[in-house]
């Protein structure tokens, strides 16, 4: 891989963890459509999922007091369940297929997103739990995309923004982490072939984006930072789904 490309990569790294860390979600939205289209889907995907378990384990002791554990079981539970299942199909899909899933489920998840903001509806019981925490795992590993589920659910049942950003965190951690088992087994040649220095940057570029992300908080308010994110997010998934297409 050329420096470029790794340069490139270590960019979009540290945005994510910006996004990440001032809006509880939004790594993966932003950065999954652009590592699809520069290393190809499963190593993109494959390389999202590992920066979402790194990033989220970082934010996490920050926001430890703010964590529903309750509702990081509840979750959990079944998105382990979705992240095997959607391991196995990724495994099964050639690449073109696999881009255009993940411009279409990013597309799919900011348009729900824009709805549900408006929506009058509310949710409340386990089912409407499970379900997030199985689509989630069942995205994030397929996709690299998991937050979409949850965050449709956390409107929903009007699940207050601290306490839903902070037990993401976790909840991310494990879901990712069983992903990435997942994908060692059933498509270990995805891994993307960085060099170790390139890693260790990715790490290091994440922990930068973390830090940059709390003094963005300050400044910047939720609305606008989710604005950013939409828009962003918006064109990565448009172009993913254009280039899969064009594959085809």
Same mark, same amino acid.
């Given at each position: 891989?050329?420096?470029?490309?790794?340069?490139?990569?270590?960019?979009?790294?540290?945005?994510?963890?910006?996004?990440?860390?001032?809006?509880?979600?939004?790594?993966?939205?932003?950065?999954? *459509?652009?590592?699809?289209?520069?290393?190809?889907?499963?190593?993109?995907?494959?390389?999202?999922?590992?920066?979402?378990?790194?990033?989220?384990?970082?934010?996490? *002791?920050?926001?430890?007091?703010?964590?529903?554990?309750?509702?990081?079981?509840?979750?959990?539970?079944?998105?382990?369940?979705?992240?095997?299942?959607?391991?196995?199909?990724?495994?099964?899909?050639?690449?073109? *297929?696999?881009?255009?899933?993940?411009?279409?489920?990013?597309?799919?998840?900011?348009?729900?997103?824009?709805?549900?903001?408006?929506?009058?509806?509310?949710?409340?019981?386990?089912?409407?739990?499970?379900?997030?925490?199985?689509?989630?795992?069942?995205?994030?590993?397929?996709?690299?995309?998991?937050?979409?589920?949850?965050?449709?659910?956390?409107?929903?049942?009007?699940?207050?923004?601290?306490?839903?950003?902070?037990?993401?965190?976790?909840?991310?951690?494990?879901?990712?982490?069983?992903?990435?088992?997942?994908?060692?087994?059933?498509? *270990?040649?995805?891994?993307?072939?960085?060099?170790?220095?390139?890693?260790?940057?990715?790490?290091?570029?994440?922990?930068?984006?973390?830090?940059?992300?709390?003094?963005?908080?300050?400044?910047?308010?939720?609305?606008?930072?989710?604005?950013?994110?939409?828009?962003?997010?918006?064109?990565?998934?448009?172009?993913?789904?254009?280039?899969?297409?064009?594959?085809?």
């Amino acid at each position: 891989m050329d420096l470029s490309l790794i340069l490139l990569v270590l960019g979009m790294v540290v945005i994510g963890a910006i996004a990440q860390r001032v809006a509880g979600l939004g790594f993966a939205m932003l950065v999954a *459509p652009f590592l699809v289209i520069a290393l190809g889907a499963h190593q993109g995907v494959f390389l999202v999922n590992i920066c979402g378990v790194v990033s989220s384990a970082i934010i996490m *002791p920050r926001v430890w007091k703010d964590i529903d554990w309750s509702m990081f079981r509840w979750l959990c539970s079944f998105s382990v369940f979705g992240s095997v299942a959607g391991a196995l199909l990724a495994g099964g899909l050639p690449s073109a *297929p696999l881009s255009i899933v993940v411009g279409a489920v990013v597309l799919a998840a900011l348009l729900l997103s824009l709805i549900l903001v408006r929506a009058n509806v509310t949710v409340s019981g386990q089912i409407p739990k499970v379900s997030a925490g199985f689509l989630s795992g069942l995205t994030n590993s397929l996709a690299g995309v998991g937050g979409p589920a949850v965050s449709a659910y956390a409107v929903l049942a009007r699940w207050p923004q601290r306490p839903f950003a902070a037990t993401l965190q976790p909840f991310f951690v494990v879901t990712g982490a069983v992903t990435i088992g997942m994908k060692f087994i059933t498509t *270990p040649d995805a891994l993307p072939a960085l060099p170790v220095w390139a890693w260790i940057g990715v790490a290091v570029f994440i922990g930068a984006g973390v830090l940059i992300g709390e003094q963005v908080q300050r400044v910047v308010s939720d609305r606008h930072a989710r604005f950013f994110v939409l828009c962003f997010a918006f064109f990565g998934a448009i172009t993913a789904l254009v280039s899969g297409l064009r594959a085809l």
